[in-house]
């Protein structure tokens, strides 16, 4: 079986620096740290609606948008908050929008699932199982119908793989040849249902891809080497053939299906969410190899988790000193012709002109 060390002497490993080791562990502790105070201020009840934690599982979108190029494109399902962080999202705009102010990223009106960054090519988290892959085809479909030789990372969770969206959108970007790559985060429970309960198969989920003439590959979420190492190949059948790929990732969620799951210790033991946290965390697993590599000391890793709690404390001040949306704000961002206000837009016949 191959380890760290291997993947870390691959190709698309060996050109990486120091300081792209270091700004790895920046990204990761900025997703914790946005969601672990996003927490205190849900629990406190400051913030409405569900909110959904990818911590345990931040290394994948780290090393996925490091190989990502300006015309590349992601989305994702519901747990993606520190995706779009990662993609390039403010944690004050994506703050203030878990607040609920006019201030976030959809301008409060979205919460969780309106985490969306066009301007990164990140497009959002959507909630329903699997709705987002065939988006994912859409965009990949719009590649490369435009010439541009860009990639689609569409990530989604094993609960997602039994839907038959999810099964039609593999058809459709393997019959067309479009570059996408769905990424299935494994993390085990779905919505509180094990794997082994919920889906029939051999030894895995991406094997399915077979079915459709798709190549496919598994790998470790808690190795950034490996992820990047097996994410290499199928960019480059993508980017240069127009052949998309599925990969599943080996994670796990820390906390529950949402931070009010109060299952989370029914479907699974407390001893075993504690050994994974105590033995599997990616944050830890990785500040580990920095100081093991010379890469960085103690005292630099402190201050990349002080400077992130610092940045994640400012923006939830942010967050409450900002207004509310209006009551009139509610009838924007429906139609983009009403809020431009072009003829069709203004007689009601919003796709067509008179």
Same mark, same amino acid.
């Not at 988290?125 to 030789?149: D, E, N, S, V």
């Given at each position: 079986?191959?380890?760290?060390?291997?993947?870390?002497?691959?190709?698309?490993?060996?050109?990486?620096?120091?300081?792209?080791?270091?700004? /790895?562990?920046?990204?990761?502790?900025?997703?914790?740290? /946005?969601?672990?105070?996003?927490?205190?201020?849900?629990?406190?009840?400051?913030?409405?609606?569900?909110?959904?934690?990818?911590?345990?599982?931040?290394?994948?979108?780290?090393?996925?948008?490091?190989?990502?190029?300006?015309?590349?494109?992601?989305?994702?399902?519901?747990?993606?908050?520190?995706?779009?962080?990662?993609?390039?999202?403010?944690?004050?705009?994506?703050?203030?929008?878990?607040?609920?102010?006019?201030?976030?990223?959809?301008?409060?009106?979205?919460?969780?699932?309106?985490?969306?960054?066009?301007?990164?090519?990140?497009?959002?988290?959507?909630?329903?199982?699997?709705?987002?892959?065939?988006?994912?085809?859409?965009?990949?479909?719009?590649?490369?119908?435009?010439?541009?030789?860009?990639?689609?990372?569409?990530?989604?969770?094993?609960?997602?793989?039994?839907?038959?969206?999810?099964?039609?959108?593999?058809?459709?970007?393997?019959?067309?040849?479009?570059?996408?790559?769905?990424?299935?985060?494994?993390?085990?429970?779905?919505?509180?249902?094990?794997?082994?309960?919920?889906?029939?198969?051999?030894?895995?989920?991406?094997?399915?891809?077979?079915?459709?003439?798709?190549?496919?590959?598994?790998?470790?979420?808690?190795?950034?080497?490996?992820?990047?190492?097996?994410?290499?190949?199928?960019?480059?059948?993508?980017?240069?053939?127009?052949?998309?790929?599925?990969?599943?990732?080996?994670?796990?969620?820390?906390?529950? +299906?949402?931070?009010?799951?109060?299952?989370? /210790?029914?479907?699974?033991?407390?001893?075993?969410?504690?050994?994974?946290?105590?033995?599997?965390?990616?944050?830890?697993?990785?500040?580990?190899?920095?100081?093991?590599?010379?890469?960085?000391?103690?005292?630099?890793?402190?201050?990349?988790?002080?400077?992130?709690?610092?940045?994640?404390?400012?923006?939830?001040? +942010?967050?409450?000193?900002?207004?509310?949306?209006?009551?009139?704000?509610?009838?924007?961002?429906?139609?983009?012709?009403?809020?431009?206000?072009?003829?069709?837009?203004?007689?009601?016949?919003? +796709? /067509?002109?008179?």
């Amino acid at each position: 079986m191959a380890t760290t060390e291997n993947f870390q002497h691959s190709p698309v490993n060996r050109t990486l620096t120091a300081d792209d080791r270091r700004h /790895f562990y920046r990204q990761m502790m900025r997703m914790r740290a /946005f969601e672990i105070m996003a927490i205190q201020h849900y629990q406190a009840g400051r913030m409405g609606g569900f909110l959904i934690a990818q911590i345990g599982q931040e290394s994948i979108p780290v090393a996925v948008r490091s190989l990502m190029e300006p015309q590349d494109h992601s989305l994702c399902g519901l747990r993606g908050m520190g995706t779009a962080l990662v993609a390039g999202m403010s944690m004050k705009e994506g703050m203030a929008e878990l607040f609920g102010r006019a201030t976030g990223c959809a301008k409060g009106k979205g919460g969780l699932f309106g985490f969306y960054a066009p301007e990164h090519h990140h497009w959002g988290g959507h909630g329903y199982a699997a709705t987002q892959t065939a988006l994912g085809a859409g965009l990949a479909f719009g590649l490369k119908h435009q010439g541009i030789p860009g990639v689609v990372f569409c990530y989604l969770g094993e609960g997602s793989v039994n839907q038959g969206v999810f099964h039609e959108s593999l058809n459709l970007a393997a019959l067309f040849r479009l570059p996408v790559i769905y990424l299935i985060e494994n993390n085990r429970y779905a919505m509180g249902t094990s794997v082994q309960r919920s889906s029939a198969m051999k030894e895995n989920l991406a094997q399915r891809a077979e079915g459709y003439g798709m190549a496919w590959d598994l790998c470790d979420g808690n190795d950034l080497y490996e992820i990047r190492a097996k994410l290499h190949p199928a960019i480059e059948r993508a980017r240069h053939e127009y052949r998309p790929t599925v990969i599943e990732i080996a994670t796990y969620r820390f906390e529950g +299906f949402t931070i009010a799951d109060a299952n989370k /210790f029914k479907y699974r033991s407390k001893q075993e969410a504690d050994e994974r946290m105590l033995n599997h965390d990616p944050v830890k697993l990785w500040a580990a190899h920095l100081l093991k590599e010379k890469d960085a000391d103690e005292d630099e890793l402190r201050a990349i988790r002080i400077e992130a709690r610092a940045e994640a404390k400012e923006a939830a001040e +942010f967050a409450k000193a900002s207004p509310y949306p209006t009551k009139a704000a509610i009838l924007e961002d429906v139609y983009w012709e009403v809020d431009h206000g072009p003829p069709a837009g203004k007689t009601g016949r919003h +796709f /067509f002109t008179p």
